[in-house]
């Protein structure tokens, strides 16, 4: 399967715990995007790199939140003390250098308690 | 105002409808639209692109108003497996792409 992975799909932590999220994108692209999406909403944008740059970061993304993709291949989401209002589904998506066309990857659907 | 705007609906249709959705968006230097199709619980995949001559594909045709910037998605002869949420995509001017919160569609036998 070449398309855009994401590891864990679920995890359970305890308000307080940081957790960390992978993600692999297809191979042959350069930029990767991470979003958040809660119930009724549509994904709502993190922050995106291209190769291994972070070019952008929401401006509504605590500083808890801090993501890498250090050698321009897979990318890391982490999140620090997490709070109950971090629950969410958190896509990674792929898309080529000069293309709008996004493919996402399964997700990793958080559950803080 | 939202950014990109859409009925979240849902919209229940019978088997064999024709059913379209609108999607609006507030900023007229947009470039780039795009619809995308969310099954519950899974990721959004993408359906089609919107050029501005508009564009279809089977049973999906996509259209473009630039003028009224709205854009909208027509699906002909709906199926059940047609079900699910639909995204509409909005590139601003930059590759950070803005969704809207969707609009649910259920197809009934």
């Known amino acids: 399967d070449t398309g855009v992975s994401q590891d864990p799909r679920h995890k359970i932590t305890k308000r307080g715990q940081n957790v960390t999220f992978r993600c692999d994108p297809i191979?042959?692209?350069?930029?990767l995007y991470w979003y958040r999406q809660t119930l009724g909403q549509g994904p709502e944008f993190l922050t995106y790199?291209?190769?291994?740059?972070?070019?952008?970061k929401s401006r509504l993304l605590s500083d808890r939140f801090s993501a890498e993709r250090p050698k321009g291949s897979f990318s890391t989401l982490e999140i620090q003390r997490t709070e109950q209002g971090d629950s969410a589904m958190y896509l990674c998506a792929s898309s080529f250098l000069t293309s709008y066309e996004q493919y996402f990857g399964p997700g990793t659907r958080l559950t803080v308690t | 105002r939202k950014e990109v705007e859409q009925d979240p609906g849902p919209f229940n249709v019978p088997e064999g409808a024709t059913v379209a959705f609108n999607c609006t968006y507030s900023?007229?230097?947009?470039?780039?639209f795009f619809w995308y199709r969310q099954d519950c619980r899974k990721e959004p995949k993408l359906l089609m692109s919107v050029y501005s001559s508009g564009n279809e594909d089977g049973r999906f045709t996509a259209q473009l108003n630039r003028a009224s910037q709205y854009i909208s998605l027509l699906i002909r002869d709906s199926k059940l497996s047609d079900s699910a949420t639909y995204l509409c995509v909005v590139n601003q001017g930059s590759y950070i792409p803005t969704f809207g919160r969707g609009t649910s569609l259920i197809v009934h036998p």
């Open positions: 191979s042959e692209h350069n930029r």
């Open positions: 790199f291209q190769n291994e740059a972070q070019l952008e």
């Open positions: 900023n007229s230097a947009s470039q780039s």
